[in-house]
């Protein structure tokens, strides 16, 4: 939060990364994953996803 604060986001672009980055572990931590877990997976090229509810 220091980053965004102070003025580091001096990109579109940067700020963006943060923001698919944060959404990725909020999403992972609502659906009871801890977020290193979360971080390993999409590390290792198996991202966790949030399972798809039927429409």
Sequence with gaps: ???K???YW???ATLARFCRVRSYLTS???H???A???IHAALTGNPWMPPV???
């Design 5 to 7: 604060v102070s003025g």
């Design 53 to 55: 509810t039927p429409a």
């Design 28 to 30: 992972a931590t609502n």
């Design 32 to 34: 009871g994953r801890r």
């Design 36 to 38: 290193i877990d979360a």
């Design 10 to 12: 001096h990109t579109l």
């Design 1 to 3: 939060m220091h980053q």
